[in-house]
């Protein structure tokens, strides 16, 4: 089969890291992206949720070959700092041990190194500053805008990865067909983006090493910790209500709902007013396509096939995935564009469904359950397990972060059947000291088969 040339729409996270890969492959690349290039314009703030990177964007970045280039941007997180409402705060680890972490990282820096490593490689032509403008799927033709001169020009899919995001205009143009087809739901809640500086001999002003989270029920803050001693914060707020976006309609009701529910956080924003009037409020939401797919003609990948909400710190790792598993059906199948788009879209389209439904649980758990007292008992418990069944007993957390080898749809139903067990074992204990270890243990392996 032909596969010399290929046409990336997005030069964001996906499409850059993709384009690696395939040039590395003998594909020959061309790359179009509406923004300006990254390598010279700095970011915009205030749109950009700081990263979580896990074991599968890290597996994706190694696969590339572009991890040792990424590597100085992660700041290690170890756990969850809670801080409650009484300025009090609890620690809770993510992992069994020090080398079960996930990693801080900035969009923008990210997306720089990336374009920088896709630039380098000889296959890889990126040309910035050009408009998606529309789609026709009859014509298997991307109408585009150069930015730079005004002119429009068409190009044919030969074929057409799109990764241009949640909005994608090429998923769109499929909206009312069964050929791709999909939903996009809005979630009602929006976030805001602030700033923790850091001091000034660079260093930081709370726990660097963990995700710092202020939940307070129906919304939350956290705070992501960067090199430089600052730290990324995002409030996750309801559209409307009591405590929502529309409440908060003056700067003196901005600083009081501050210092009412973040109390500790407060003193320590730069700007609060002024950043919070400056940066938008960003939309969240869950992206599901039917197909990922139009024949050999074009491909949906990353946020674009399937957004998810950031409350798991998958979305980037999910599309990096998607990069490695594209790849591996690239060298395994000697297969025409249609069939490699087809056995890509089956390998991986029930993953992103369930990291998606995860996602918005976690959300709950995030900003509201992690405060119970069951909750951190049921998580010591599967810790235990996990000592005693190292291959039968996995947390879900561990699974989808700790755990690329183990596929989403996998995490989620072993996830459900652990939750059961968990509650089950705890029903009528205050404590690990009310747990039968041991008959926990046998419950376990009479329930669940091992890991494979």
Not at 28 to 50: C, K
Not at 415 to 432: N, V
Request: net charge negative.
């Amino acid at each position: 089969m032909n596969r010399s040339n290929v046409t990336i729409l997005g030069a964001g996270l996906c499409g850059s890291l993709l384009a690696i890969i395939l040039a590395r492959r003998g594909i020959e690349v061309t790359m179009l992206e509406r923004a300006p290039d990254p390598r010279e314009v700095l970011a915009v703030g205030g749109r950009s949720i700081n990263l979580a990177m896990a074991a599968r964007g890290i597996r994706g970045l190694k696969h590339a070959g572009v991890f040792d280039k990424v590597e100085p941007l992660l700041v290690p997180m170890k756990g969850r700092r809670i801080h409650n409402l009484d300025g009090t705060t609890e620690f809770h680890r993510y992992g069994q041990d020090e080398t079960e972490v996930i990693y801080s990282v900035s969009r923008a820096d990210l997306n720089r190194i990336l374009v920088e490593a896709a630039g380098a490689e000889p296959g890889v032509n990126i040309r910035f500053n050009q408009e998606a403008v529309s789609y026709d799927p009859e014509e298997s033709s991307l109408s585009v805008r150069n930015l730079e001169n005004g002119s429009d020009y068409d190009v044919r899919a030969t074929p057409l990865i799109a990764s241009d995001g949640a909005g994608s205009v090429v998923r769109r143009a499929f909206a009312d067909t069964d050929i791709i087809g999909g939903t996009e739901d809005l979630l009602q809640h929006r976030y805001k983006e602030l700033v923790i500086p850091g001091n000034p001999d660079g260093g930081f002003r709370m726990d660097k090493n963990a995700l710092h989270i202020w939940p307070r029920g129906g919304f939350m803050l956290i705070a992501l910790p960067n090199p430089a001693g600052d730290f990324t914060l995002t409030l996750f707020l309801p559209v409307e209500g009591k405590f929502s976006f529309a409440s908060l309609d003056t700067d003196n009701k901005v600083e009081s709902f501050f210092d009412e529910h973040f109390p500790d956080a407060a003193p320590l924003i730069d700007d609060l007013i002024g950043t919070w009037n400056r940066n938008p409020a960003g939309v969240l939401g869950t992206v599901r396509s039917k197909h990922w797919h139009d024949a050999g003609k074009v491909l949906l990948i990353g946020d674009a096939a399937h957004a998810v909400v950031p409350f798991h710190g998958q979305g980037m790792n999910l599309t990096f995935e998607d990069c490695v598993v594209l790849d591996q059906v690239l060298e395994n199948f000697a297969a025409d564009w249609a069939a490699i788009f087809e056995i890509f879209e089956n390998e991986q389209i029930k993953n992103a469904n369930a990291i998606a439904d995860m996602a918005l649980e976690n959300y709950v758990e995030m900003r509201d359950t992690v405060r119970e007292p069951k909750h951190l008992l049921r998580r010591d418990l599967a810790f235990a397990l996990e000592k005693r069944l190292p291959n039968r007993f996995i947390p879900r957390y561990s699974m989808i972060m700790f755990h690329a080898e183990i596929p989403y749809a996998v995490a989620q139903s072993r996830g459900i059947l652990q939750q059961t067990l968990l509650e089950e074992l705890t029903e009528c204990a205050e404590s690990m000291d009310d747990v039968d270890l041991d008959a926990a243990v046998d419950l376990v392996v009479s329930r669940l088969a091992p890991v494979h």
